[in-house]
């Protein structure tokens, strides 16, 4: 055999073993990701039926919105503002409640996807109760309002263990520019906008503090 034979026999060899050695990433049926979100949604606990969640609690849970989480379980979204995709932002959710609620999704990324959050010890969903910020809802109210909410934690079988109440408030500057603005009778859906925006924004921002142990208001 020549020496360039015997070369890229080697190379052949290496390349089926290396081949040989990568794994696919685990698989399930995102189907069983929908009968977890039902368990979950059925499940959810009243104002103090379980203990308060502690910061351990809130960072070991996989999060997602309230609003993904009727999306995994394939529920009914009501029309109202606590559902609303601007006060249940993307950023909230794990990567893999994004892929699968994503009806662009490949298959076998939504597969992928299923066994990564099936693997998950513990759930926290990020909920909205109430929604009182009535110019960021084009009503002429010229308060700042708050945004009422709760993170809930569940295990793995989809059974509540904690529930934090706290809430979520448009940052000041932005809310005393937004009454400055609303000198009309009608409100601006410019300003509407822009208030919806600054609580996304706020939002993230609160569930990065509580993760972090500052405590809520």
């Known amino acids: 055999m020549s020496v360039r034979s015997f070369a890229h026999s080697?190379?052949?060899?290496?390349?089926?073993?290396?081949?040989?050695?990568?794994?696919?990433?685990?698989?399930?049926?995102?189907?069983?990701?929908?009968?977890?979100?039902?368990?979950?949604?059925?499940?959810?606990?009243?104002?103090?039926?379980?203990?308060?969640?502690?910061?351990?609690?809130?960072?070991?849970?996989?999060?997602?919105?309230?609003?993904?989480?009727?999306?995994?379980?394939?529920?009914?979204i009501p029309e109202a503002p606590e559902r609303a995709e601007w006060i249940n932002p993307s950023g909230v959710d794990h990567p893999s409640v994004r892929t699968l609620i994503d009806a662009t999704a490949e298959t076998t990324a939504?597969?992928?996807?299923?066994?990564?959050?099936?693997?998950?010890?513990?759930?926290?969903?990020w909920r909205v109760d109430m929604v009182n910020v009535p110019l960021a809802l084009e009503f002429k109210e010229l308060k700042r309002g708050a945004v009422g909410m709760r993170a809930i934690g569940y295990d793995r079988r989809g059974h509540a263990t904690c529930a934090l109440v706290f809430t979520v408030q448009n940052d000041k500057a932005v809310s005393e520019n937004a009454m400055d603005l609303s000198d009309k009778a009608l409100v601006d859906p410019a300003v509407a906008k822009m208030l919806r925006d600054d609580l996304g924004v706020q939002l993230l921002a609160k569930i990065e503090s509580l993760k972090a142990g500052k405590p809520s208001k």
């Open 110 to 125: 939504q597969r992928q996807a299923a066994a990564e959050l099936l693997r998950a010890k513990a759930f926290v969903v």
């Open 10 to 76: 080697c190379l052949l060899v290496a390349t089926v073993a290396g081949c040989a050695r990568t794994k696919s990433k685990p698989e399930a049926d995102p189907a069983k990701v929908t009968a977890l979100a039902k368990l979950m949604l059925q499940h959810a606990p009243g104002i103090a039926a379980v203990p308060s969640c502690t910061t351990e609690q809130l960072n070991a849970g996989l999060p997602m919105s309230q609003l993904s989480l009727l999306k995994l379980g394939k529920d009914t």
